[in-house]
């Protein structure tokens, strides 16, 4: 075989190998860091939704856009930990995330009501995802 085919086939084996490489390793990362950013600004964005009683029928849509944003980040969680490469996994069980247990702590503040349940609840999702203290 001459020259040229072997690199045409060296190219091939390469550009299989980098396809592979960002579509099972790097993507899963990346959409783990978008998922804890829009974790962070929705944590931000909903804050004050936590009033109680609820006085008007805007207050009542917002209440129920947080629950179901926090449901979503639950189940967003969970997906993309699962598509996480397992090295990756491991360096986050070392950084002590964890995204799971903070995609548990979402399903409970999508159901607190007042401040004082969902303060808990955000603490423990702050520490899960180690992002820092956003309220």
């Known amino acids: 075989m001459s020259e ?5 086939i060296a190219s091939l084996a ?3 190998v980098a396809y592979c490489v960002v579509t099972f390793w790097l993507e899963p990362i990346l959409q783990y860091h978008r998922i804890r ?3 962070t600004s929705d944590l931000v964005f909903y804050a004050n939704s936590f009033r109680y009683p609820i006085e008007d029928s805007e207050d009542e ?8 944003v926090n449901r979503r980040h639950a189940a967003d ?11 990756y996994r ?7 995330e964890d995204p799971s247990r903070a995609a548990s702590e979402f399903i409970g503040l999508a159901n607190s009501v007042m401040l004082e349940q969902a303060e808990p609840r955000i ?13």
């Open 77 to 87: 969680l969970v997906a993309n930990f699962q598509r996480l490469p397992f090295p």
């Open 37 to 39: 950013h829009q974790v």
């Open 4 to 8: 040229n085919v072997w690199l045409f």
């Open 61 to 68: 849509r917002v209440v129920g856009e947080r629950r179901q």
């Open 123 to 135: 603490r423990a999702i702050e520490k899960a995802l180690g992002i820092g203290r956003v309220l």
């Open 14 to 16: 390469v550009g299989a």
């Open 90 to 96: 491991t360096w986050l069980r070392i950084k002590k």
